[in-house]
């Protein structure tokens, strides 16, 4: 088996990992943790579909490399701005939860970021 | 040789994204994930893109890292509710159940890729010598698919933009996280003041490399980010303030450096974003030069966050 292949299998295999554990975690963090595996898997899918694509002395198919480079960034700057959302909830509410929150609750504690 | 070594990767790398699905500890389940980053990038070299291998080492796992790492912590500092009850074994069986379906799925698309593989490579090959740079990424990166470069510049500053909004009114403007507390004798100072001087070099080298052989800016702005970021965490320097008019000119300078060689490009070759003949290199070269500076604060201030205390506190 190619090493493009392996990947590509292991990529699907990231990707529904990822998936379980943002269907099945009640932790807001570990959903991020677990968008970012789905992400990654998405990206390894996309790196061995460019390494299948070797040809003119590239090792790669360097357009669909280069927009892995910029997925990576962009979702580096989603995942920063996921985790700023999160931590200003935990701030606002008290409790990093995405389970109901009493709208007394909220009130109760909006001065306190 | 190879076909071992592959396996063992991707066992690896599968072992370790189990474990931090499944982890108990938060804190666990994020080293977990930086440690199946590092061996990420491995797989990159494996696949031969070595310039996605660097930005996966520089960003996938470390900047993403420490941010989850941060985040983490200050989740556990905050007196926080305890967490969530874990999900039914129903609501469980079910994601598994679709999960292994969407796996499926994907793994009959992988062998189901039409054969020969379609590739653009041969017409990279074919006009790189128009771009001056050796790089084929770089050469997609600014010139083939600039525009796409250019989008993401600007969507760093919208995320930017976006955690600064989530500031309270009565911080607005003031600096992020919290105000470090700096050990004179430890080792995080110690090492902040050995390793900025190497990071800045290794940093500068990678961008300047990146025109003719693997590496680049992003690669560089994370490194040089890296940096900044160590001499804060080690309390050596505080964080700026956000209202500061020269750090907003610098968080822009290098998507209005681009946008406005990309307008000129109308006049001097016809289109948006077409460099004139002759001149692509120096254009290339002074648009990565302004990101440069842009995309290490960036990176630096989307890993510090929202702005929580004013200078009166």
């Given at each position: 088996m190619s090493a493009a292949t392996l990947f590509g299998i292991c990529a699907a295999l990231l990707i529904g990992l990822g998936l379980y554990g943002l269907i099945a975690s009640p932790n807001p963090l570990r959903k991020i943790l677990a968008f970012n595996f789905v992400g990654s898997g998405v990206f390894l899918l996309l790196g061995s579909i460019a390494r299948r694509g070797a040809a003119a002395g590239m090792g790669g198919d360097p357009v669909p490399q280069a927009l892995l480079i910029t997925g990576i960034v962009v979702a580096f700057s989603a995942t920063a701005l996921a985790v700023a959302l999160l931590l200003r909830l935990a701030a606002v509410t008290g409790s990093a939860t995405l389970a109901e929150v009493q709208p007394a609750q909220v009130h109760e504690h909006a001065d306190g970021a | 040789m190879n076909g071992a070594l592959n396996i063992a990767l991707a066992a690896l790398i599968l072992g370790l994204a189990v474990w931090s699905v499944i982890a108990r500890e938060i804190l666990a389940a994020i080293i977990g994930f930086v440690a199946y980053g590092l061996l990420l990038t491995l797989v990159w070299v494996q696949l031969q893109g070595i310039d996605v291998a660097l930005t996966e080492a520089a960003i996938g796992g470390g900047l993403t890292g420490i941010l989850l790492f941060g985040a983490a912590a200050r989740l556990r500092d905050?007196?926080?509710?305890?967490?969530?009850?874990?999900?039914?074994a129903r609501v469980r069986w079910l994601a598994a159940s679709v999960s292994a379906a969407v796996s499926a799925g994907l793994i009959i698309c992988v062998f189901s890729l039409p054969d020969p593989a379609p590739t653009l490579a041969p017409a990279v090959a074919a006009n790189i010598a128009v771009t001056e740079v050796g790089n084929p990424i770089t050469a997609v990166l600014l010139?083939?698919?600039a525009m796409d470069t250019l989008l993401e510049a600007i969507v760093l500053v919208f995320a930017l933009i976006g955690v600064w909004s989530l500031a309270a009114d009565t911080v607005w403007g003031g600096r992020p996280g919290q105000r470090p507390v700096g050990d004179p004798n430890g080792m995080l100072t110690y090492a902040a003041r050995i390793l900025p001087p190497l990071g800045l070099m290794i940093g500068a080298y990678i961008f300047w490399v990146g025109a003719d052989y693997p590496g680049g800016k992003f690669q560089g702005a994370t490194l040089l980010a890296a940096m900044w970021l160590l001499i804060l965490l080690a309390g050596l320097s505080d964080a700026p303030r956000i209202d500061r008019p020269a750090l907003r000119i610098g968080l822009v300078l290098g998507p209005l450096a681009f946008i406005a060689i990309g307008l000129a490009g109308m006049l001097t070759?016809?289109?948006?974003?077409a460099y004139p003949d002759g001149f692509a290199k120096p254009l290339i070269v002074t648009i990565e030069l302004a990101l440069l500076p842009s995309l290490t604060l960036v990176l630096g201030l989307l890993l510090l966050g929202t702005p929580e205390r004013s200078d009166e506190q």
């Open positions: - | 905050s007196a926080t509710a305890p967490d969530a009850e874990p999900a039914p010139a083939f698919r070759a016809g289109s948006v974003l």
